[in-house]
C-alpha cells in the first residue's frame, strides 16, 4: 500500500508528482521543561512493561490540543490573524492540572494518552470560551463538539486498559496556536497568549 505523502507518478507515467504539503494549524497546552521531563519518566514506566512495543512520541511534541483548526494546502495567514483576534476577546485562568491514568482511544494505531481523572473546570471553560469565540470569527471553520484533554504518549497495536500511574501535576499558565507540517517532525509556535493567575 502506498503512503498517504508520498509520492507518486503524473498522469502520463513521466517521473514523480511530488505530494502535497499539508499545513496543519491548532491551539495547544504546551508543557514546561519540568512538566516534560515528568511526561517522558511516565512514557519510560509504561515503555518497560512487557508486552509494550508501540510508537513512542517524542517528548518534545508532548502537547494537548484544544482545538484542531484543520489541514490546509497553505499556511493560512488568514486563519492565524483570526485566532489571534480571538485571542483578544477571550480571557482564561491559570489553574493546576494532575494527569494521573493511562488510557487508549480507539484508532487504528490506538493512542496510549496521558489523562487526569478530574478535568479542571478552568480547562473546560477555556476550551469552550475559545470554542464560541472562534465559530463566531471564522466563518464555516468546523471544531469538535466535545472535549477530552489527554496527551498522546504512544501509537500502540492493542487497546490497553485504564490504569493508575504516579501522578504529573502541571500548572498551566498559557495556550499557544502550533503549526506543524504533516511528515515533518517539528512543530512551529505562531503566537502564545498567558493565561491570568
Same mark, same amino acid.
Given at each position: ?32 521543561? %519540568?512538566?516534560?521531563?515528568?511526561? =517522558?519518566?511516565?512514557?519510560?514506566? /509504561?515503555? &518497560?512493561?512487557?508486552?509494550?512495543? *508501540? #510508537?513512542? @512520541? ?8 484544544? %482545538?484542531?483548526?484543520?489541514?490546509? =494546502?497553505?499556511?493560512?495567514?488568514? /486563519?492565524? &490573524?483570526?485566532?489571534?483576534?480571538? *485571542? #483578544?476577546? @477571550? ?40 470554542r ?18 489527554h496527551?498522546?504518549?504512544?501509537y ?24 506543524s ?17
Amino acid at each position: 500500500m502506498n503512503h498517504p505523502h508520498a509520492s507518486q507518478h503524473d498522469l502520463f507515467g513521466g517521473g514523480h508528482v511530488p505530494a502535497p504539503t499539508i499545513h496543519r494549524l491548532f491551539l495547544a497546552l504546551l508543557p514546561d521543561e %519540568h512538566v516534560r521531563a515528568a511526561l =517522558a519518566q511516565t512514557a519510560a514506566s /509504561l515503555r &518497560a512493561r512487557p508486552g509494550a512495543g *508501540a #510508537g513512542w @512520541v517524542d517528548p518534545l511534541r508532548y502537547h494537548v490540543t484544544v %482545538h484542531f483548526l484543520g489541514d490546509h =494546502a497553505s499556511p493560512r495567514p488568514d /486563519l492565524v &490573524a483570526a485566532t489571534e483576534r480571538v *485571542a #483578544g476577546l @477571550v480571557r482564561g485562568a491559570a489553574f493546576d492540572w494532575t494527569l494521573d491514568r493511562v488510557r487508549s482511544f480507539h484508532g487504528r494505531r490506538p493512542p496510549r494518552v496521558l489523562c487526569g481523572s478530574v478535568s479542571p473546570e478552568p480547562l473546560q471553560a477555556l476550551w469552550v470560551h475559545w470554542r464560541e469565540a472562534l465559530l463566531r470569527t471564522v466563518p464555516g471553520l468546523r471544531l469538535e463538539n466535545r472535549f477530552v484533554p489527554h496527551v498522546t504518549l504512544a501509537y500502540g497495536r492493542e487497546l490497553l486498559p485504564e490504569t493508575e500511574v504516579e501522578p504529573v501535576h502541571w500548572r498551566v499558565s498559557g495556550i499557544a496556536l502550533i503549526q506543524s507540517v504533516v511528515g515533518q517532525h517539528d512543530y512551529r509556535t505562531l503566537a502564545s497568549w498567558p493565561l491570568q493567575d
